[in-house]
C-alpha cells in the first residue's frame, strides 16, 4: 500500500498534491515560486497547518535554487526574502505553524555572515529542516497520545476504545502520519483502537472527502457521520463502542489553552463535556503561540460564501461507479441568501483535556489554564518571565 504525500520535494522541485480534486484524482502541482505556493495555499489546495508553513517555506526555497535572487549584498538579499515571507505570510493568516516557520527562517538567515550564497543555502537547508522534523514530531504525537489513552481511560489491546476526529489532520495536512490522526493511526498499530468516527467537516467536507479516504486508506476501521449527528453519536453509541475520546488538530493553541481549529471543532468539544468524553488537541509546539494570551486575540479567517452554497464534486454513473472525467457544480441554496462562513472557531481551554505534543502530554494547571513552560522552557522564558 502506498504512502499518502501532501508534498513530494527534492532540492530544487516540489510538488503538492491538489486536494480538492481528492478523493477521486491524484494530481500534483509544480510550484516552483512563492506565488504558486501561495495560491496553492490560498486555494486550499493544500491545507493543514504543518503542511501550509512546509509548502510555504519549500516554495521560496525552490524559487531561491533556480534563481535568479535580486540583490548583491547580505543586506539585499536578507530584505529580498522578507519581502518574500511576509507576502506567504498573508496567505493563511490563522495557522500559527506559517508565522512560525517565516521566524525560524528570518532568524536563520541573518545567523549567516556576508555572502549571497551562504544566505541562499541557509535558507533552503532550514526549509528542509522544517519539512524533515514534522515527521519526527507526528511520530512523536501519536505515541504521547496513544500513552495518555491508556493512562487516562485504559486504552489497551484488551480494552479498546473508539474516537471521534474532526476536519483532516493526517499525511495529507502534514509530512506524513499526521497529528490527531496520527493518533490514531497509533491506537491502531497498537491494538487499541476500535473504530474511528470521521465528521465530514462542513462547508468544505475536508472529514468526508480526505480524512475519510486516509482512514480506508489505512484500512482504519471507521464510520462517517455529519458534523450534526455528534451529539446524538455520543448520547447513543458512547458505552456500545466504548467511546472515549474527540481527538482534534489545531490551527493556533495560545497561551492559555484556547485552541483555533476548524469551524465545528468548539460545538464538539461542548458535546464532549457533556457527556464525559475526553477533549484532546493534538499540536505541535510550532503550533503554540506564546505571544497571544487568550483566543480572543487569534484573527479568524472568513472564506467565500460559495464554499456554502455550492458544492463540486466528480459525477456519480449509473452504476453507481464514479465518472472521473466528469464534475458537476451543484447549488445548495438560494444563491441570494447572505452568508456567514468563519473557516475555524477558538475552543476555550476549559474545555479541554490535553493537548498533546511532540514533547508529551500536557494538561490543565490548577487555575485551569495551560502551562506550556516545561515543554517550551526558552520560549516560555522569553514570553512570559516565569
Partial sequence: MSTLQAVRYSRGKLEVLDQLRLPHEFHYDDVSTRQEAFDSIATMRVRGAPAIAIVASLGLAVELFNGPVAGN???????????????????????????????????????????????????????????????????????????????????????????????????????????????????????????????????????????????????????????????????????????????????????????????????????????????????????????????DGIKIEERRREELTQVTGAAIKADGGVDESSKVRVATADQRIDVWNPAFDVTPAELIDAVVTEKGAVEKCADGKFGFGNIMRERWAQVVGH
Fill in 73 to 295: 549584498t547580505a543586506q539585499e538579499v536578507i530584505h529580498h526574502i522578507d519581502e518574500a515571507l511576509d507576502y506567504l505570510k498573508q496567505s493563511r493568516p490563522t495557522a500559527v505553524d506559517l508565522t512560525n516557520a517565516i521566524n525560524q527562517l528570518k532568524t536563520r538567515i541573518r545567523s549567516v555572515g556576508d555572502g549571497k550564497e551562504a544566505i541562499i543555502e541557509a535558507f533552503i537547508a532550514e526549509a528542509e529542516k522544517i519539512f524533515e522534523r514534522d515527521l519526527e514530531t507526528n511520530l512523536a504525537i501519536g505515541d504521547h497520545g496513544a500513552e495518555w489513552l491508556k493512562a487516562q481511560v485504559g486504552a489497551t489491546s484488551e480494552n479498546t476504545v473508539s474516537v471521534v476526529t474532526h476536519c483532516n489532520t493526517g499525511s495529507l495536512a502534514t509530512s506524513g502520519h499526521g497529528t490527531a490522526l496520527g493518533i490514531i493511526r497509533t491506537l491502531q498499530a497498537n491494538g487499541q483502537l476500535r473504530q474511528a468516527f470521521c465528521t465530514e467537516t462542513r462547508p468544505y467536507n475536508q472529514g468526508s472527502r480526505l480524512t475519510a479516504f486516509e482512514l480506508v486508506h489505512e484500512g482504519i476501521p471507521s464510520t462517517l457521520i455529519a458534523d450534526s449527528m455528534a451529539a446524538s453519536l455520543f448520547r447513543t453509541k458512547k458505552e456500545e463502542r466504548n467511546i472515549a475520546a474527540v481527538i482534534v488538530g489545531a490551527d493556533r493553541v495560545v497561551r492559555n489553552g484556547d485552541t483555533a481549529n476548524k469551524i465545528g471543532t468548539y460545538q464538539l468539544a461542548v458535546l464532549a463535556k457533556h457527556h464525559g468524553i475526553k477533549f484532546i488537541v493534538a499540536a505541535p509546539t510550532t503550533s503554540i503561540d506564546l505571544e497571544t494570551e487568550t483566543g
